[in-house]
């Protein structure tokens, strides 16, 4: 089996030394890892410069590019071909709800799913840059990569979004559920500062993130609230934009009409 591994948090990550180290047991791992962090990219690529590639030992590299770019040149480029599985992390960090539209993490996981491999984004919460043990997480991220490799037939652009929970102990881990991705909202989503000059900066992204709770039915089976009460969470995303049905074409074939008669 071959195996590709990115992240968007850079090789020095701790994340992805581990899942890597795991996942050698299955099969030929190949590690395409940003250069730096590249947290909040999306699934954006790199068109307007040149994407170096550093070559760190055998089958590892550094990208100076984005998640997608990583698997994009992996793919397209070094390796050759598609690998059979691509995992994308451990991100220090959890990607749950509304956070996939942001992560270069479920990003670098969409690039592998729309090439033609089985792909799998792992997360992790963490606090103070911590997670829980990262071993356990790896170890029991390959056997959730195997049992679903095994037992779903039909994974055509779908990724496995993974997340575990924050804990101390292995003990404080409840199971694993499939679960809803939910809507989350963002306070003080632009926070504004000033340099010693008087110049004014700008960063994105406040401390507080609350769910849009009226969103939500059933709180068992959303992803956040199942990692608040110490569950890891799986939930297969597919990737398709569906258009909405609307009947609006009668008044839009008036605008043509309606200019050309002025």
Known sequence: MKILVVNDD????PGIQSISAELKKLGEVWIFSTAEDRSGSSHSITLTHAIRVVKVEERVFKIYGTPADCVNIAINGIIGDT????VSGINIGENAGDDILYSGTFGGAIEGSLLGARAFAISARSKENKT?????ISKVSTEIIKSIIKSVENQDRIVFNINFPYFHSISEIKGIKTAELCR??????????QDPRGREFWFIGGKE???DQNSVIDTSKIDVFLLDRGYITITPVKIEFKTEKMNITDELEKIISRIGSE
């Open 10 to 13: 850079g090789l020095e990550s």
């Open 83 to 86: 690998p059979d599985i691509v």
């Open 132 to 136: 829980g043990n990262l071993k356990f």
């Open 184 to 193: 989350r909202i963002y306070g003080e989503k632009a926070l504004k500062f």
């Open 209 to 211: 993130v609350k769910v």
